[in-house]
């Protein structure tokens, strides 16, 4: 097994990865911003990711990758302060900032970007995507989530059960 | 297109009635927003470090209220005022009436009184905000007083408690049957004995209750009754208040000397520890320069062999004034307390108290205004949980 480097590098270089998309792109970061993934992480502490060799993602394309990554790399400082504690307000108000806008893009994009979140267990990651789809479906009817998250047409079968759980929980529509 | 974890994790974000909704979106989502992980999570993600509001209920007093904590959580629709008509109800014998006898995790439990008070109440365990309810058949030979005992994080299942002749009975919501979970043989080292109300705290899977010079813990899982001690206090200390908040049971008491100060120290105990440490010392003096009204005199006559003395018995000057509640939130140790016809809050943070619930108008001919004690207080915070 590989000694792995210091993540501050002797000589004042960050440790950097390769993480290689599904369509073949090489993403090149710091390893403290990758390891924000519990999947990658465990592959990074045993030396895994540098040098020539880089660490293939078959389930995530390159333009989720890099918008993956470009969250990583804001929030890896912060989460090396382990949860930062003594991050300051105006910090923390970067970071929402940076959040809310980061969240603020195409649907299809953010779909993209749950599946990945998920897929590379980057808890921050999921929990903001979660949230915004969350608001988007939030005083949406029944038929509407549908629509919004492309479900099919429900079958005659499929309405006559929506009926029945409309009836059944009638007070949540209060 | 989604995995069933995120969807999980999307729906688990959604205020608790819009998660509710969400069961009529497809079977699949039925599914997994009935599941027990799922309604944990948006039990969790929907509750704050504080209570959203809490019930007072007396029943041998025959008052009930809720009162509403926080205005808003952020979504409107967070502030839920819960109502128990759905439970059902025998107006003959019941009078409409029903108590909340304690609270956990957003169930509570409840019982309709049968009027006149001594015969078996009926015993319901309920959601207010699911509206759905189980009635708990009381077996003979058991107390008219049950206790509830939920940790969603451990099980799905809750536990309600009872107090036999010398036996702890237990009923579970899996089987749906009560049984014999503790015999006390040792009558003469009864621990329940000197009970100072029929009111018990959930604390880390068990029961307190204060008796007369310490607490007493049943361990749910356990089955199991252990001794808590009380703190070292000088003579004439009472316990006024135990109560969960954060994972830690704290507690008041004082003497009435302590208590005329204004400063009350509320003392905490960490799970795992028997050691109480003080936790915050809250200041309220303002509140007794601002209702001076509050400080009161009652006789107290010395207690001679059968007969209580005759003549003028001893002048105690005390502070009317109850903690009710203690909530430990992560910046802000809140505690509520009640004074004649009010009851307050006063923020450890700010140093500052509120009044966040006034008295209502006596009708003339009514006798005095009830004050509520911690006894008669069960928090509530809303949760999708099965009853």
Known sequence: MAAPESGDGNNGAARMVTLISSDNT??????????????????????????GDGIPLPNVDSATLSKVLEYCIKHAPAAANGGAPNATAVDRAELERFDNEFVNIDQSVLYSLIMAAHNLEIEGLQSLVAKKVADMIKGKSPMEIRRTLGFPDPTPEEQAEMNAHMLEYGWAYE | MFSDDIIVNILSWLP????????????????????????????????GSCIAGFFLSNILHRKFRYV????SVGDSDHVITPDLSFIPSTPAVDKGQIYVSGSCSGLLICCRPIIPLGNKSKWFVCNPLTRKFVEIEVPDGITHYLFLA???????HYKVVAFGDYDIH????????WRVAIHLDDRSNYPFRGLRCYHSVFWNG??????????????????????????????GWFCSYIGESGGHLQMIGFTEEERLTGLLDVLEMQ?????????????????????PGIRKTRREFPYIGLRFSRGMGRKIEYLDLWPMYVVRGTEDVLMLFSVPGKIMCYSTESRNFSTIHGREPVAPGTDTYYEFSWYDFSPYNPSLFAP
């Open chain 2, 170 to 177: 237990m009923y579970s919501s899996q089987t749906r049957s």
């Open chain 2, 150 to 156: 939920y940790d969603p994080t451990k099980s799905r």
């Open chain 2, 68 to 71: 509403p904590l926080l205005q």
């Open chain 2, 16 to 47: 608790l009635k819009e998660a509710a909704r969400m069961r009529t979106v497809c079977k699949r989502w039925h599914a997994l927003t009935s599941e027990h992980h799922f309604l944990r999570t948006s039990f969790s993600r929907n509750t």
């Open chain 1, 26 to 51: 090489r993403f090149e970061v710091e390893a403290a911003a990758a390891s924000l993934s519990q999947t990658l992480q465990l592959t990074i502490l045993d030396g895994g990711g540098g040098g």
């Open chain 2, 271 to 291: 799970d795992g520890s028997s050691e109480w440490s003080v936790l915050y010392r809250v200041d309220l003096r303002r509140v007794v320069e601002q209702y």
């Open chain 2, 206 to 235: 068990s029961l307190v209750w204060v008796v007369r010079d310490h607490l007493v813990r049943f361990l749910v899982d356990d089955e199991q009754v252990v001794q808590v001690p009380m703190p070292r206090t000088p003579a």
